[in-house]
């Protein structure tokens, strides 16, 4: 009697998880919206009185040019993820297709940049298990990067516990540790899709010029990675260079943030380590969030969150709008650049 109360208790979960879910990207991105909001109508006059002034757009030039590079970098490093695996690939190659697919995060599902790169290695003649796990260890160590220099520049949390989360981090990514963690983001991110979120992404990356499959061909790209028993992970060493690679590019991504603040208001040099946390801490909730594709909304309200009591939140608000569309308008340059440079190598051929 037991065991079947169990299984009804565990089916009722089960139920309700798959009629819950489809509604959950809805909730945190009109939870998050609905917070931006109130803050916007509450400081609304602040926001009104900040002015471009003609010394900001040198800064502002200088912002979307760090941002722009640091897509560049990080597909530089997609390439060193894919050299653990020991895959020979291409520098240029890489940069190419991270610019190219980088776009489509800001399709519905958040998954679509991931597909576009599987698909791309696929036609390199990458495995399809290799090309999975390189885009599933890339955001996972980009992840531990941004908490690890948050955990650095921001002063608010106590030294004792700076060093026991370091050390937490830096152990989890232990291929012994860190090949589980693969595993279940796996599940959690890359499984079939529904098949209204299949249609749309396809239907989406095919109007952006990504490569698309069926979503009964793209479960099979994966279909070897689908359970622990059936798969091998090759993660054999500590990933410590690319780790610092995506250090790297949080830095230049964060520059790029403290850069915009500046040029709405002038920035202590004291409060830059803190700027340049919550940059980075907000930019690892919008990366693990799930339901806001591109972190938009989640970036925007975890800065606000950290910020608001040490800067005006007139500032953050602008600060954090301005920057999303520097990063909108980098992400499209980056995707317009790859494409320019593709066609140039066909045509050179």
Same mark, same amino acid.
């Given at each position: 009697?037991?065991?079947?109360?169990?299984?009804?208790?565990?089916?009722?979960?089960?139920?309700?998880?798959?009629?819950?879910?489809?509604?959950?990207?809805?909730? @945190?991105?009109?939870?998050?919206?609905?917070? %931006?909001?109130?803050?916007? $109508?509450?400081?609304?006059?602040?926001?009104?009185?900040?002015?471009?002034?003609?010394?900001?757009?040198? &800064?502002?030039? %200088?912002?979307? +040019?760090?941002?722009?590079?640091?897509?560049?970098?990080?597909?530089?490093?997609?390439?060193?993820?894919?050299?653990?695996?020991?895959?020979?690939?291409?520098?240029?190659?890489?940069?190419?297709?991270?610019?190219?697919?980088?776009?489509?995060?800001?399709?519905?599902?958040?998954?679509?940049?991931?597909?576009?790169? @599987?698909?791309?290695?696929?036609?390199?003649?990458?495995?399809?298990?290799?090309?999975?796990?390189?885009?599933?260890?890339?955001?996972?160590?980009?992840?531990?990067?941004?908490?690890? %220099?948050?955990?650095?520049?921001?002063?608010?949390?106590?030294?004792?516990?700076?060093?026991?989360?370091?050390?937490?981090?830096?152990?989890?990514?232990?291929?012994?540790?860190?090949?589980?963690?693969?595993?279940?983001?796996?599940?959690?991110?890359?499984?079939?899709?529904?098949?209204?979120? #299949?249609?749309?992404?396809?239907?989406?990356?095919?109007?952006?010029?990504?490569?698309?499959?069926?979503? #009964?061909?793209?479960?099979?790209?994966? #279909?070897?990675?689908?359970?622990?028993?059936?798969?091998?992970?090759?993660?054999?060493?500590?990933?410590?260079?690319?780790?610092?690679?995506?250090?790297?590019?949080?830095?230049?991504?964060?520059?790029?943030? $403290?850069?915009?603040?500046?040029?709405?208001?002038? $920035?202590?040099?004291?409060?830059?380590?803190?700027?340049? +946390?919550?940059?980075?801490?907000?930019?690892?909730?919008?990366?693990?969030?799930?339901?806001?594709?591109?972190?938009?909304?989640?970036?925007?309200?975890?800065?606000?969150?950290?910020? +608001?009591?040490?800067?005006?939140?007139? *500032?953050?608000?602008?600060?954090?709008?301005?920057?999303?569309? *520097? #990063?909108?308008?980098?992400?499209?340059?980056?995707?317009? &650049?790859?494409?320019?440079?593709?066609?140039?190598?066909?045509?050179?051929?």
């Amino acid at each position: 009697m037991g065991n079947k109360n169990l299984r009804l208790i565990q089916n009722f979960f089960q139920v309700a998880k798959s009629r819950l879910k489809p509604y959950l990207r809805y909730c @945190i991105l009109g939870g998050t919206f609905l917070f %931006i909001a109130q803050a916007f $109508v509450t400081h609304w006059q602040e926001v009104a009185n900040i002015r471009i002034v003609a010394t900001s757009f040198p &800064l502002l030039a %200088i912002a979307l +040019g760090s941002t722009l590079f640091s897509l560049i970098f990080v597909g530089w490093v997609w390439m060193l993820i894919l050299r653990e695996f020991r895959q020979r690939v291409n520098a240029a190659w890489a940069i190419q297709v991270f610019l190219k697919t980088n776009i489509a995060k800001y399709l519905p599902g958040n998954i679509w940049h991931f597909w576009g790169r @599987i698909l791309d290695a696929k036609k390199a003649g990458i495995s399809p298990k290799v090309a999975t796990l390189s885009v599933l260890l890339e955001p996972l160590l980009m992840a531990a990067a941004g908490v690890l %220099i948050g955990l650095l520049c921001f002063d608010k949390i106590n030294w004792f516990l700076r060093i026991v989360a370091a050390a937490a981090i830096l152990t989890a990514i232990h291929p012994r540790i860190l090949n589980p963690i693969v595993l279940f983001v796996e599940k959690l991110k890359l499984k079939k899709q529904d098949g209204k979120n #299949s249609n749309s992404g396809v239907s989406a990356a095919e109007g952006l010029n990504l490569p698309t499959e069926s979503s #009964s061909n793209l479960a099979k790209i994966t #279909s070897s990675v689908k359970a622990k028993h059936k798969i091998n992970l090759p993660i054999k060493r500590y990933p410590l260079v690319p780790l610092i690679g995506q250090m790297c590019f949080i830095g230049l991504r964060g520059s790029g943030f $403290v850069l915009t603040v500046m040029a709405l208001n002038p $920035v202590n040099f004291n409060d830059i380590p803190n700027l340049f +946390g919550a940059f980075c801490f907000a930019f690892v909730v919008g990366l693990v969030v799930p339901g806001a594709p591109g972190g938009m909304g989640v970036f925007e309200a975890t800065a606000i969150a950290l910020l +608001g009591d040490r800067f005006s939140t007139g *500032i953050i608000l602008s600060a954090v709008a301005l920057y999303r569309i *520097i #990063s909108i308008v980098a992400d499209v340059s980056g995707a317009a &650049l790859a494409k320019i440079d593709r066609r140039r190598d066909r045509g050179s051929k």
